[in-house]
């Protein structure tokens, strides 16, 4: 006799103790599944007398298995290590994911969205470009196709957002600059995505909390080059004698690795301690950021997190249906990394 009412995937993927991926997985085709997790699942749908609704399953996905994946800048190893998490787990599931990337471009950003909308898929996982999207382009999409925002936000559209929480990791990492150290100012570039503003508000609200001036420069130049930014404008305000304090705390990692390479050609010894001229820190612990010279100290986003999450969001999507719910938003905190550049 079963012990409770199921009324739906997920609500069995938590008493069963098995993952949502591996559950489609084995309703996609029960062969594809090892032979101890079959018989898991077979006990525990026999044990909560559980059927999902298979035809309802195919008609949500439109009688396709691929998942469309759009990540804004696929050169960028940050989001090429995304995708790579995005990819593996719907292979995992027995779905065929496709990637794409917008290299920073509206148009092609709507290009991709017509080309994923003639392929039907069962559903996207898309980061968009946030700023620079064409809302209603997004919009008209998201209507038709079940789609998982991750990384940046295009508020009140799409069933679901998945991403960091910035004003719990910018913070984090403001209180430390500041316990260690001279308190920083922030270096930023023009936005590109809803994560620079939310960045830059939450390092004025931290700074102002500790009783600090909240000091923001803004570097010249914008698109996806954001090494390039650092670099220039970096030697540019080290000439000029204009970052009005030692620490530096970049809006991202690929800006602070371009700042780093500046100080490296003027000559100026990065890190905490005797002999170092400036500290310099970034967030979101990109692939390289272990590997710069010296290593640099950052906020690590969960990429695992927010990929499983996403993953696991939208495949409830499309198993259980769209029940014009109002849109999700799920946030997940850094973690402090400290190395030798502050």
């Known amino acids: 006799m079963a012990e409770r009412k199921i009324r739906n995937m997920e609500e069995f993927a938590e008493i069963s103790g098995i993952s949502r991926p591996t559950l489609s997985k084995y309703f996609n085709d029960p062969d594809s599944v090892r032979t101890s997790t079959r018989t898991k699942i077979e006990q525990a749908l026999e044990q909560y007398d559980f059927r999902p609704n298979i035809y309802a399953m195919n008609q949500n996905r439109k009688m396709t298995k691929t998942i469309g994946v759009v990540v804004p800048y696929l050169a960028d190893p940050f989001f090429a290590e995304i995708a790579r998490n995005l990819e593996r787990q719907c292979l995992d599931a027995g779905y065929s994911p496709i990637l794409f990337s917008s290299h920073g471009e509206q148009k092609l950003e709507n290009d991709i969205l017509d080309s994923l909308r003639s392929q039907k ?23 038709e196709v079940p789609t998982v925002f991750f990384d940046a936000n295009i508020e009140g559209v799409g069933e679901a957002f998945i991403g960091s929480d910035n004003f719990q990791s910018v913070p984090l990492i403001v209180d430390y600059l500041c316990r260690s150290g001279e308190p920083p100012c922030f270096f930023e570039m023009q936005p590109v995505n809803p994560n620079a503003n939310k960045r830059r508000k939450a390092f004025k609200q931290a700074m102002d909390r500790l009783g600090h001036e909240p000091v923001v420069i803004r570097a010249d130049g914008d698109g996806w080059g954001f090494e390039e930014v650092g670099y220039k404008e970096g030697l540019k305000l080290i000439e000029k004698r204009q ?13 602070a690795i371009g700042l780093l390479a500046a100080c490296f050609e003027k000559g100026l010894r990065v890190g905490l301690g005797s002999g170092c001229a400036m500290r310099v820190a970034g967030h979101d612990d990109h692939p390289f950021s272990r590997f710069t010279c010296p290593p640099l100290t950052t906020v690590a986003q969960d990429y695992r997190a927010i990929t499983s999450k996403s993953v696991e969001t939208l495949f409830q999507l499309i198993e259980s249906g769209r029940d014009g719910a109002e849109k999700s938003e799920t946030l997940f905190e850094g973690k402090l990394v400290m190395r030798e550049s502050a």
């Open 121 to 143: 898929p069962a559903g996207v996982l898309f980061g968009p470009l946030g700023r620079a999207s064409d809302r209603g382009a997004v919009e008209k999409f998201c209507r």
């Open 243 to 255: 970052f009005p304090s030692s620490t530096v705390l970049c809006s991202n990692d690929r800006l």
